[in-house]
């Protein structure tokens, strides 16, 4: 039977973390230690999951402060349940989801033209002739949910969806 609680030590084997990354996350309020009347820090087995959580949401793109806010729905002092796990995953879900669309569309684009205005492939003058795609905003506008059909009209002007200033998530699949 696993000890019911772990050493800032025993944190760090399981989790790959260093010992000063978990005193980072127990800074910003990931995961809360009891102290022993030595003073010494005393977790709870299931902070290996939230530490895991957080480590594995960060590799995927999440940001600190987004996963701090579903962390702190969680339940202190006592291991979350299933159920608790749920409801943070709602949210995570979809924002996991639009990282997996805007991959996707990496992934299929990488060798073609991707809107940005550098204007250096020969797909470009088909996809992007003239930077068109700049009228919708800054970056790489057809990872990021314009498309080069949006930019057809010949009078200047776009096709209503491109009209945007800023980055949007990418359209869903159909
Ligand atoms: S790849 Fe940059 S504008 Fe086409």
Partial sequence: MPPPL???????????????????YEARGLVQAIRTRGNQRRF????????????????????????????ATLPQGRPPTRRDWQAISKHIRTALQARIEMLEKTRDLLDGCIGCGCLSLDKCGLYNRDDRAARAG???????????????????????SARVSSPRPPRSRP
Avoid: H
């Fill in 44 to 71: 709870l087995r299931a902070d290996i999951r939230r530490l895991s959580f957080a480590l594995i949401a960060q590799q995927l793109g999440l940001k600190l402060a987004d996963i701090e806010t579903e962390l």
């Fill in 138 to 160: 800054t970056g790489p506008r057809f990872l990021l949910g314009d498309r080069p059909q949006d930019f057809d009209n010949t009078d200047g002007s776009t096709n209503g």
């Fill in 6 to 24: 772990l050493s800032i030590g025993d944190l760090s084997r399981r989790t790959g973390l260093s010992v000063s990354a978990i005193r980072f």
